[in-house]
């Protein structure tokens, strides 16, 4: 972005602006380049961008791998690994293989390159506050404290966060997707399917971070959930189904499964009136492979007047939609007070908690 624009953006002063863009230059947080020549008369605005040396870690353990990255400010993916696991991990195996895979990471780095912290994106209910998993059913979890260990074994605070809910983020901010003001994001993955919801640009988390799972609403049938419900989402709707061998049977299980998502989106429909649903995860080839069974499904278990406004998309962020959320977790309380967390940094120390402080959307590109 040029800094005339950000100085439109902001409605700040051209001075006021030019003396922050220094300072946060100065702090390697932002920097300015000459434009590319144009044709425009006068002398052209210089354009402001984050700092490529400036990165967050994004780790996401999930039932059978643990998927470590690293993102610049600004949501570049530089570099995933994903590490597939025996069976699963618990909290202590998957911090130790983390910061092994985190130590080897940085050692690559350039010299000027600066990590500021590690987000992690987890399957389940997490404590926002306090970086705590109070439960990950797949992962077997209970009342881990996932910021506090990693942040002791690899020295760098961490954040953690559910996973659905940092994809919404990244897919708000950083997907190609117009007008995402009201929307939906579902994430199907490998441990069962949860969602984060953006209501007027702001990620709804709830009272304490656990607002959207959508994988444990009803959808009907009497099958029994490791919840202790019966006929929850994710008991119609796995990614193990979706990727069934028998090309024989997976035309009508995709189906059949896409009708049982329809019900669970037509009560989102109902309950939200989101613009946007955006599908990540296995979730993502259901638009493509499902469309009518999903769209039927949702129009009769929905108003017509929200249904029809609807647009359900796959996440156009790939497989990166998670990596690039969880270090959105990381970046953002540098984001809301810069020249703190550099002060921090400069005197060495860290903080293992997140106060309650939210995770901005309302990001300037
Ligand atoms: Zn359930």
Same mark, same amino acid.
């Given at each position: 972005?040029?800094?005339?624009?950000?100085?439109?953006?902001?409605?700040?002063?051209?001075?006021?602006?030019?003396?922050?863009?220094?300072?946060?230059?100065?702090?390697?947080? &932002?920097?300015?380049?000459?434009?590319?020549?144009?044709?425009?008369?006068?002398?052209?605005?210089?354009?402001? @961008?984050?700092?490529? #040396?400036?990165?967050? &870690?994004?780790?996401?353990?999930?039932?059978?791998?643990?998927?470590?990255?690293?993102?610049?400010?600004?949501?570049?993916?530089?570099?995933?690994?994903?590490?597939?696991?025996?069976?699963?991990?618990?909290?202590?195996?998957?911090?130790?293989?983390?910061?092994?895979?985190?130590?080897?990471?940085?050692?690559?780095?350039?010299?000027?390159?600066?990590?500021?912290?590690?987000?992690?994106?987890?399957?389940?209910?997490?404590?926002?506050?306090?970086?705590?998993?109070?439960?990950?059913?797949?992962?077997?979890?209970?009342?881990?404290?996932?910021?506090?260990?990693?942040?002791?074994?690899?020295?760098?605070?961490?954040?953690?966060?559910?996973?659905?809910?940092?994809?919404?983020?990244?897919?708000?901010?950083?997907?190609?997707?117009?007008?995402?003001?009201?929307?939906?994001?579902?994430?199907?993955?490998?441990?069962?399917?949860?969602?984060?919801?953006?209501?007027?640009?702001?990620?709804?988390?709830?009272?304490?971070?656990?607002?959207?799972?959508?994988?444990?609403?009803?959808?009907?049938?009497?099958?029994?959930?490791?919840?202790?419900?019966?006929?929850?989402?994710?008991?119609?709707? #796995?990614?193990?189904?979706?990727?069934?061998?028998? #090309?024989?049977?997976?035309?009508?299980?995709?189906?059949?499964?896409?009708?049982?998502?329809? &019900?669970?989106?037509?009560?989102?429909?109902?309950?939200?009136?989101?613009?946007?649903?955006?599908?990540?995860?296995?979730?993502?080839?259901?638009?493509?492979?499902?469309?009518?069974?999903?769209?039927?499904? &949702?129009?009769?278990? #929905?108003?017509?007047?929200?249904?029809?406004?609807?647009?359900?998309?796959?996440?156009?962020?790939?497989?990166?939609?998670?990596?690039?959320?969880?270090?959105?977790?990381?970046?953002?309380?540098?984001?809301?007070?810069?020249?703190?967390?550099?002060?921090?940094?400069?005197?060495?120390?860290?903080?293992?908690?997140?106060?309650?402080? @939210?995770?901005?959307?309302?990001?300037?590109?």
């Amino acid at each position: 972005m040029s800094r005339a624009e950000l100085t439109r953006r902001t409605g700040l002063s051209r001075s006021t602006v030019k003396d922050l863009v220094e300072e946060l230059a100065e702090h390697r947080l &932002i920097e300015e380049t000459r434009p590319a020549a144009s044709a425009q008369v006068g002398r052209p605005s210089p354009v402001v @961008r984050p700092h490529p #040396s400036m990165l967050a &870690i994004a780790v996401n353990p999930e039932v059978d791998s643990l998927t470590v990255g690293l993102v610049t400010l600004g949501g570049n993916v530089l570099e995933v690994t994903k590490r597939a696991t025996p069976g699963v991990l618990t909290a202590e195996q998957t911090v130790d293989l983390a910061a092994d895979m985190i130590d080897r990471l940085r050692s690559r780095l350039e010299p000027d390159c600066t990590v500021t912290a590690v987000g992690v994106a987890v399957p389940g209910l997490v404590h926002a506050a306090g970086s705590t998993i109070r439960l990950a059913p797949h992962l077997d979890w209970h009342d881990a404290r996932i910021g506090e260990m990693m942040g002791a074994a690899t020295g760098l605070p961490t954040f953690a966060a559910n996973d659905a809910n940092l994809g919404a983020i990244a897919e708000h901010i950083f997907g190609q997707h117009a007008n995402a003001e009201h929307m939906v994001y579902v994430n199907g993955g490998a441990g069962g399917i949860g969602a984060g919801v953006v209501v007027a640009g702001q990620l709804f988390d709830g009272a304490a971070g656990y607002a959207g799972e959508l994988g444990h609403t009803f959808v009907g049938g009497a099958k029994q959930c490791h919840c202790g419900a019966t006929g929850c989402l994710e008991t119609e709707v #796995s990614q193990s189904q979706t990727f069934e061998k028998d #090309s024989s049977v997976r035309a009508s299980t995709v189906e059949r499964q896409a009708h049982y998502l329809g &019900i669970a989106l037509g009560n989102v429909v109902n309950l939200l009136n989101p613009g946007l649903v955006v599908l990540g995860g296995f979730l993502r080839v259901f638009p493509s492979v499902a469309a009518t069974a999903l769209d039927e499904a &949702i129009a009769r278990h #929905s108003f017509r007047a929200p249904g029809e406004m609807l647009r359900i998309v796959p996440a156009s962020l790939d497989a990166d939609t998670l990596m690039i959320g969880a270090a959105e977790l990381a970046f953002a309380p540098l984001l809301a007070n810069p020249a703190a967390l550099y002060h921090q940094r400069v005197n060495g120390d860290h903080a293992g908690e997140r106060d309650d402080q @939210r995770v901005g959307l309302d990001r300037l590109e």
